[in-house]
């Protein structure tokens, strides 16, 4: 470019004076619509240069000067009374409102002046629109997710979860008036302020919408509900039998104490449930790349009664283990208007409180595993799949057509075949491993739902009862709703819409020519998993089986944490005195459980005699280890890669390229390694002698030490957890630069379940006191969404020393109050 | 001296302009700086003005800034460091100041003879 433009200076210099003016104004206009606009050269995205570079415009305007604030006064419209909205130290915004129709918009209003361009972007990727401003991605990468989200019913989840909010006028006018806030902040930015990712990518917010709110919901419950492995469990059925299957993958392994243990206390009787016979299927389903979730997605609560702690009055904890991101993904906040005096974090683009305290009550909430999906087989009459076969009859699907929006190409149309059960997300067109046979996609989350009303009612909660009465609006995703009362109660409840389901339903593909293999009912709400004020004086939850064995209802997930929530209760048992400090201990604890139970068993298979220097090294730093994921420590990394490759090279099997198989968990493969020595599956499937396990575990420990040696060299450094494990936390358009790597301990297996990409997404102790609640908490990350805030990432050094900040929680907006950095008035216009 | 007081005029022009429209409000004062006050080097005149007004302004808010999101961009746009993203950005302004100033400098202008 820069030639070009010399050339046509040097035309201009020796051309006639009119035609020198018209190449001249030619070559201006030419240069300022270049640098007007984005362009994209050889994959590299760059954007528009003028725009984005100009002081008065461009990034330079989101570098937010010392001390930056809202101005004092802001006139609103739709605003009823004015709103005073102080901000604290941390940049938590105070809201002091005269109605919720203020509250709401005020919610919506000073969540998207923080946050604006994280809940858009997170809105457009639940609703599969990505393309939209990214492109189509390398080799369609972004495209396909796209398709993705739209033919697992994303949007139509969204549409639903609307209708239930909108059936309630109190819901209606919460998620109305917080999308008319947000509108209002929109409404008013120029494009000099704003958001740097929007200058970045060169693109605009569009109007927010409610169905947004709703969007944002359900790709929550994507995360955390959409755990499933029925097709992989139907290989496994097929190529291993019934009987290995159970040996493989137990519903229920016998470790530990359930969420709620009161054996024969459960007061009901069941839903009573026919004895139609769910006939189990005989087929593979060659459908690869189906991602089981994520097993570092899950959470710790528990809440201590006043009779185990110091102050005698409960003390509440929780800290939800997420994939830890930039803008981070809690926001905090503290709502107050008349009958709410309530603080904790939202969810940007979601009104309300999720998870928090008022001045009566605290809750916490941990994702509860069970298997809310179902694969339905469906016969299309034709390819057409204009009709599918349901109990002897032809019956119509309905045909949703999806338009893609792609950045620099033609939108991309997909059709997606709607039967009763769901959509058919694969098919010839999309994953067309399988293109023969048809299943159609059964998520309960796809059901209408007024979680909203939840989260509305548990804000003003006064006492236990209002806990429960809030928790009966409540259906997905299903969560362990931990509680404590300024009156001294404490409770845990399961709450969710779960399938009662006989055993075996459910978990494997399903046939979807019989409305009979529907589930037959819902487990009425007064019959999920609860308990309040237990004998041992904590409740508990830690994504581990729900109840002891006595609960009438078969439950089954994907799997069920077996580590955590034994060190939480161990430690919660012998506990008596507990303070705040106690609780900080406890959730930063790095101890694994898992490593204890292990290591001396591998170790015993060790033969030193035949070890090299470093692997004798390795042998005495692995037997002197205390099994605490500590930063400093060497041991963790050896004991990982051993682990690693002993794991591997056991369930070699699993690794299949037509189809997909589900891996059995560690704990029941240190079940197996401890129980069944002589287990089929310890040969080695790619060689042709048999192997023993003596030989599997010798092995792996040998490539687990030359796995870190290796990692040592290419490094240059000593080994150290942190640096091995290497804590993550990624900007949400993966851009390096406004992402940071930090040092942290933990493990997925310990209660500070740090792993390189998840762990504690918010850590919050609230000692639940009648003069008021006292509450510490920290996430990694900060406030503000902008990278050119001093509060973009103001709380993570914080939150990886593992500190606290206490939180100021204010009775009324009263100023000058200690810890207030400054105040805005919200005016009706 | 007239070379001085056009890359003055230009560079306010530039700064009054941009407060209230978008960034291309300077390509409209190098046009209004080369039209009204001839010097002899026109674009050289609106190329100094802009580049000069955006380095100060950069600079100006990099002086106060709270985080370093000059920093970042600079990585981002792989410049080497904060100063050399100083001095692209100054410089993509110097170019539309001075097409714009030598674009303004020839419009009805009489060919001077040298």
Redesign the interface.
């Known amino acids: 470019m820069p030639e070009n ?1 010399f050339l046509s ?1 040097l035309i ?1 210099e020796t051309a ?2 009119n035609f ?2 018209l190449i ?2 030619a ?2 206009i030419l ?2 619509w270049a ?2 606009r984005s362009w994209n050269i050889k994959g590299t995205p760059v954007p528009p ?3 984005f ?16 604030r809202l101005p004092e006064m802001l006139n609103l419209p739709g605003l009823k009374q004015p709103v005073t909205v102080l901000f604290d130290s941390l940049m938590i915004p105070h809201l002091f409102a005269q109605s919720d129709d203020d509250l709401y918009y005020a919610q919506g209003y000073i969540t998207a002046f923080h946050r604006l361009w994280q809940m858009e972007f997170q809105t457009h990727a639940a609703a599969g629109r990505l393309s939209e401003i990214l492109g189509s991605g390398k080799d369609d990468a972004v495209l396909n997710y796209d398709r993705q989200q739209r033919r697992l019913g994303m949007v139509y989840a969204a549409e639903n979860a609307l209708r239930g909010m909108e059936r309630d006028p109190v819901a209606k006018l919460v998620v109305t008036r917080y999308a008319e806030g947000i509108n209002a902040w929109i409404n008013a930015l120029s ?1 000099k302020e704003l958001p ?1 990712e929007y200058k ?1 990518l060169d693109y605009r917010p569009e109007e927010w919408t409610t169905i947004k709110s709703a969007l944002l919901l359900r790709s929550m419950a994507q995360t955390l509900n959409m755990g499933d492995k029925d097709m992989q469990m139907t290989n496994a059925l097929k190529l291993f039998g019934k009987e290995m299957i159970e040996l493989l993958y137990p519903d229920m392994e016998p470790v530990g104490d359930a969420i709620v243990e009161k054996p024969g206390k459960w007061n009901f009787d069941p839903v009573p449930l026919n004895d139609t016979i769910i006939a189990l299927p005989d087929e593979l389903v060659k459908i690869t790349g189906l991602s089981p979730p994520d097993p570092n997605i899950g959470s710790n609560n528990w809440a201590v009664s006043g009779s185990k702690t110091q102050s005698g009055y409960p003390i509440l904890c929780n800290d939800p283990h997420l994939t830890i991101s930039l803008p981070s993904i809690w926001y905090a906040i503290q709502l107050h208007a008349p009958g709410i005096t309530c603080m904790g974090v939202s969810l940007p683009g979601a009104p309300g409180i999720i998870i928090g305290f008022n001045d009566s009550i605290a809750w916490g909430v941990t994702n509860a595993q069970r298997d809310l999906v179902d694969w339905y087989r469906v016969t299309f009459q034709n390819n057409r799949k204009e009709k599918y076969q349901l109990d002897g009859a032809w019956k119509d699907t309905r045909k949703v057509i999806e338009k893609i929006s792609v950045r620099g190409r033609d939108a991309f149309y997909d059709t997606v075949v709607y039967t009763h059960w769901g959509p058919v997300p694969y098919d010839e067109h999309f994953r067309a491993e399988n293109n023969r046979k048809h299943f159609a996609f059964r998520w309960v989350a796809h059901d209408e739902s007024e979680e909203l009303l939840t989260f509305y009612k548990l804000n003003r909660a006064k006492n236990h009862a209002d806990y429960m009465a809030a928790l009966d609006h409540f259906s997905s995703p299903a969560q362990n709703f931990v509680f404590a009362s300024v009156t001294g109660d404490i409770a845990m409840r399961v709450q969710g819409k779960f399938p009662a389901r006989k055993k075996n339903e459910g978990k494997f593909v399903l046939d979807g020519s019989k409305s009979s293999q529907a589930p037959q009912a819902y487990i009425p709400f007064a019959h999920n998993v609860m308990d309040k004020n237990p004998e041992r004086g904590f409740v508990s939850s830690a994504n581990q089986y729900p109840a002891d064995a006595t609960y009438p209802y078969y439950i089954n997930a994907v799997s069920y944490e077996a580590y955590r929530n034994r060190r939480i209760n161990n430690l919660l048992r012998e506990a008596g005195s507990v303070t705040v400090a106690d609780m900080m201990n406890l959730q930063l604890d790095t101890y694994s459980i898992k490593a204890e139970e292990v290591l001396p068993v591998l170790l015993g298979f060790v033969d030193s005699s035949i070890l090299t220097t470093e692997e004798l090294n390795t042998l005495n730093v692995l037997k002197s280890w205390d099994y605490y994921y500590k930063k400093d420590a060497e041991a963790p990394a050896y004991f990982e890669n051993w682990w690693r490759n002993l794991f591997a090279s056991i369930w070699d099997e699993m690794r299949n390229d037509s189809l997909s198989l589900s891996y059995p968990t560690a704990w029941n493969t240190i079940h197996l390694i401890k129980t069944k020595p002589d287990f089929a599956f310890f040969d080695d499937q790619s060689t042709t002698e048999k192997e023993t396990l003596t030989h599997l575990v010798r092995q792996a420990f040998k490539k687990g030490v030359a796995d870190v040696e290796a990692w040592k060299k290419e490094k240059g450094t000593a080994l150290r957890w942190a640096d091995y494990k290497d804590t993550y936390i990624e900007h949400l358009t993966r ?4 992402s940071y790597h930090v040092e942290h301990g933990g493990h997925g297996d310990a209660v500070n379940a740090s792993s390189r990409r998840h762990g504690p997404s918010w850590r919050m102790i609230v000692s639940v006191e009648p003069g008021g609640p006292n509450a510490y908490a920290t996430y990694p990350g900060g406030q503000s969404g ?5 509060h ?1 990432n103001s709380m993570l050094s914080r939150w990886a020393d593992g500190n606290y900040f206490k939180l100021l929680f204010l009775k009324q907006p009263a100023q000058p109050a200690a810890g207030v950095l400054f105040s805005t008035t919200l005016k009706p216009e | 001296m007239k070379f001085i007081v056009q890359v003055v005029v230009i560079a306010l022009l530039g700064w009054l302009l941009t407060l209230f429209l978008p960034w291309w409000g300077i390509a409209l004062a190098g046009f209004a700086g080369g039209y009204v006050v001839k010097s002899n080097a026109n674009f050289t005149a609106g190329f100094i003005g802009i580049a000069l007004l955006w380095a100060l302004h950069a600079l100006l808010i990099d002086l106060n800034a709270a985080a370093p999101l000059a920093e970042k961009v600079a990585s981002l746009l792989m410049v080497k460091s904060k100063a050399l993203l100083v001095v692209v950005t100054s410089l993509i302004g110097g170019l539309v100041g001075g097409f714009s100033s030598l674009t303004g400098s020839l419009l009805m202008a009489k060919r001077k003879r040298r």
Not at chain 1, 55 to 62: A, I, K, L, T, V
Not at chain 1, 735 to 738: K, S, V
Not at chain 1, 786 to 790: D, H, K, L, W, Y
């Open positions: 433009f200076w201009i006639p004076m020198r003016f001249s104004l070559t201006t240069l300022v640098l007007n240069l003028g725009k570079l100009a002081p008065s415009h461009g990034f330079w305007q989101n570098i937010e000067p010392n001390g930056y494009y740097v970045l851009m390096e630069p406004f902008n990278p050119g805030s001093a973009y």
